[in-house]
């Protein structure tokens, strides 16, 4: 079995490009369904976003794994494959493990160790097992991903240094002031970067915004998605009187506060301080507004020096993750390799459960008047020591799994403790399983002999 994944993001297509990958929601199903369908493909998830569409898949050969999941994204999105091709990435294998750790801890992120893709990936991971569309090998591997990126964020900082304008000018006004429950905030300006400045302190705890701006409309519109009021320019200045915070981003070619306006303001509250962060250009506030008592001014490049200075700290907690994730593989790609030993394991297990039944039965024979408390004592007793007999070779052939060589010494084990007939009974039970399985996808009836083989076969990947 071979992982790989295919797909496009914003390092690789412009958004001309990535829109025609769009996936809406209610699709995401029926996606799931024919994908899973496709040849070779035994597990499959679909991570779909504004910013990367990304298709992950278990195949059962390497040698043409690109071309069935090319052959999907073909026919799904209705796109000649020259359209597209040189925009995608494939990532197999180790490479393909390392890119979904990436993307959950926020490292592949157009925003570096922003935490919405960890959401996204879950969401995705949640739809694909709802579809039936994962198995043994994805229910791990996504579990794991979902598992490294909330650790990345709790034993690293990444996720906290502000790395966006808006998002500085909040995270600033937090280290003043603590919290935002109980402060009153204005804001100025009701375009996007108002909206989005809105947003953080609305996250943050705000509960008190009005939003001031040119237009009263628009100012009402941004105000009642955060069940804030509204108001005017002119009439912000007379709010500021009870104001503690004030965040402007208007397009004013000429200042919105003058120092005038904030000297009158602070005369009525000496005692209380006033924090003002300007992060338009050309400025909304009057520099001169810094040299007016208990009044806090910060311009847009105060905020881009802890943006930049941020994002080369969030490069630093980068590292760190990476750690964490190359130990992670490590760790993943130890239990893969002990799936392939999983048919061996069960077929020693089988074969001394077989042994045992055999040799209790022949001693219940030759004592026939035993109690059944005394069967059920000897029974369990002699299964003890036959489980603790095999425990052993166990353990050691999971770690010999691991080695370069691993092949040559399954063969061996196998011929050491007489496993072929075992092995053969799992292959055709395996292989009754498959026939069932496509068969459901066909709606094709089964009969319930082979149903009872499916389950059993099944129950092998929980040794």
């Not at 925003?111 to 579809?131: C, H, S, W």
């Not at 804001?187 to 943050?204: D, M, R, V």
């Amino acid at each position: 079995m071979h992982i790989l994944v295919v797909g496009l993001n914003y390092k690789t297509a412009p958004v001309e490009v990535r829109e025609k990958f769009a996936l809406a929601e209610e699709q995401l199903p029926q996606a799931l369904q024919k994908l899973k369908s496709t040849t070779s493909i035994l597990e499959c998830a679909i991570v779909a976003t504004c910013n990367r569409t990304e298709i992950y898949v278990v195949l059962d050969r390497s040698q043409i794994c690109g071309h069935y999941v090319r052959t999907f994204i073909e026919e799904w999105f209705q796109l000649e494959r020259e359209q597209f091709t040189n925009n995608l990435y494939m990532y197999e294998d180790t490479n393909a493990i390392r890119h979904l750790f990436s993307v959950t801890s926020g490292l592949d992120s157009m925003i570096i160790g922003e935490t919405q893709i960890l959401g996204q990936v879950r969401d995705a991971f949640f739809e694909a097992q709802q579809q039936k569309a994962t198995g043994t090998v994805f229910n791990k591997l996504f579990k794991e991903a979902i598992t490294l990126a909330k650790r990345a964020h709790t034993e690293t900082k990444i996720g906290e240094l502000a790395v966006s304008v808006s998002y500085a000018a909040v995270e600033l006004g937090k280290h003043i002031f603590g919290q935002f429950e109980n402060k009153n905030v204005m804001i100025f300006g009701a375009g996007e970067t108002g909206e989005l400045t809105a947003k953080h302190l609305n996250a943050n705890g705000a509960k008190h915004i009005t939003v001031a701006n040119r237009s009263y409309d628009k100012a009402v519109e941004l105000a009642n998605k955060f069940s804030g009021t509204a108001c005017t320019l002119e009439d912000a200045k007379a709010r500021l009187l009870q104001t503690d915070i004030v965040i402007s981003s208007t397009a004013s070619p000429q200042y919105v506060l003058t120092s005038q306006d904030v000297q009158r303001v602070m005369q009525q509250r000496p005692n209380r301080p006033l924090f003002m962060i300007d992060i338009a250009v050309p400025r909304d506030f009057d520099p001169k507004i810094s040299q007016i008592d208990n009044v806090f001014l910060y311009d847009i490049d105060d905020l881009q020096h802890i943006v930049e200075a941020n994002l080369s700290m969030r490069k630093q907690e980068a590292k760190k993750i990476e750690l964490i994730i190359n130990k992670a593989i490590d760790e993943f790609e130890q239990w893969y390799k002990t799936l392939g030993v999983v048919p061996i394991i069960r077929s020693l297990q089988n074969k001394a459960a077989d042994i045992h039944e055999q040799t209790v039965q022949s001693m219940f024979n030759k004592l026939p008047n035993l109690s059944e408390q005394e069967q059920k004592v000897i029974r369990k007793l002699t299964k003890s020591m036959v489980n603790q007999m095999i425990q052993d070779p166990i353990l050691q052939v999971k770690e010999l799994a691991g080695q370069r060589k691993a092949d040559e010494i399954m063969d061996t084990f196998v011929q050491l403790f007489q496993l072929q007939d075992q092995l053969k009974q799992l292959e055709v039970e395996e292989k009754q399983q498959i026939e069932v399985q496509d068969a459901q996808k066909q709606n094709v009836p089964q009969q319930t002999s082979m149903v009872r083989s499916a389950q059993k076969v099944a129950s092998f990947v929980r040794v």
